[in-house]
């Protein structure tokens, strides 16, 4: 009955939305929803402090959650107006970095995997891309059939209607296949419970990495690009694209952990200059570095500094 409800509530906000959004500038359409945002963050109940990891800073207050949990109910706003993210008003607030690294890619032909986190608004992450032309899809962590049939409209709204914009954890054929083809697709490096290698963070940390986003661009020989999304304020966004992945580190899984290393050195210092802007589950993926166990071996069969363990 509560999901009932909520779908029913979105299906008579769509119009509503959209309508606002042709009519008024981006700053005035900002203003009018701002409430909302908050309003529903509030009926949430109180959130609880996050402590943060060393490596990343001090504890998330009550206050930082709450205005994150605001701030992301208006981002979800623009699924509702994906194909008007095109509009000069909408893209002069999104500012692009290392973009010409994926256009590149995508002229030579070749596959690309875009590594995130659940980092900042995220999951406007293949919406804006689209926007500038790139018809990425996005690998989520759930079946299709959990996704409300609102934010499913707003997906076939999207620039490039005719390429899917997400494949879903039954539709692993799909999207692969969807790779193959030389496409974009971005997936998620913080994902609990997959298979997984440690990555060292440094002071006593480490970082628990999913290997899919490895393992697919080492099946598909696809380039391999880290991909960050900040939250501005006010509706204004940076998304980042940082410096592709060696090949050498993509030729075999000995190479996982030097990999996952680089994704992390490019990704690293977001979540540092932004803590607040980190999710609960990307907080959760670094851990204490376990304590290292003398090994009684013969000195010429120790493994090298690339030994990695996998869940």
């Not at 709450?66 to 208006?74: C, D, F, P, S």
């Not at 960050?228 to 992945?245: A, K, M, Q, T, Y």
């Amino acid at each position: 009955m509560k999901n009932r409800f909520k779908e029913t509530c979105g299906w008579l906000f769509f119009p509503m939305v959209r309508g606002a959004e042709r009519r008024l500038p981006v700053r005035g359409l900002y203003r009018i929803v701002r409430p909302y945002g908050f309003v529903r963050a509030a009926f949430r109940g109180i959130p609880a402090s996050v402590p943060l990891p060393a490596c990343l800073g001090a504890a998330k207050s009550v206050r930082a959650i709450r205005q994150w949990r605001g701030n992301a109910y208006l981002h979800h706003l623009l699924e509702y107006f994906p194909e008007r993210l095109v509009e000069t008003k909408w893209m002069d607030r999104c500012h692009f970095e290392g973009l010409d690294r994926l256009l590149q890619a995508r002229r030579g032909g070749r596959p690309v995997v875009l590594a995130f986190c659940h980092f900042g608004p995220f999951f406007l992450l293949r919406f804006w891309l689209r926007a500038a032309g790139v018809p990425v899809a996005t690998l989520v962590g759930e079946k299709s059939v959990s996704r409300s049939g609102v934010r499913r409209r707003g997906d076939q709204l999207s620039p490039f209607p005719e390429v899917p914009t997400a494949f879903h954890m039954n539709q692993l054929r799909a999207a692969n296949e969807f790779l193959a083809a030389g496409n974009s697709l971005l997936l998620a490096i913080d994902s609990l419970p997959v298979k997984q290698i440690n990555v060292p963070v440094g002071g006593g940390w480490t970082f628990q990495m999913a290997t899919g986003a490895v393992r697919l661009a080492m099946h598909h020989r696809a380039e391999l690009i880290p991909c960050s999304i900040i939250d501005e304020g006010g509706w204004r966004f940076h998304i980042e694209l940082g410096r592709p992945v060696p090949a050498a580190c993509l030729a075999a899984k000995a190479d996982w952990v030097r990999a996952g290393e680089h994704l992390l050195d490019e990704l690293l210092s977001r979540f540092q200059d932004h803590p607040r802007q980190c999710s609960n589950q990307l907080i959760k993926c670094f851990q204490p570095a376990p304590p290292v166990v003398p090994m009684k071996n013969h000195p010429d069969e120790l493994l090298d500094s690339h030994q990695f363990t996998t869940r």
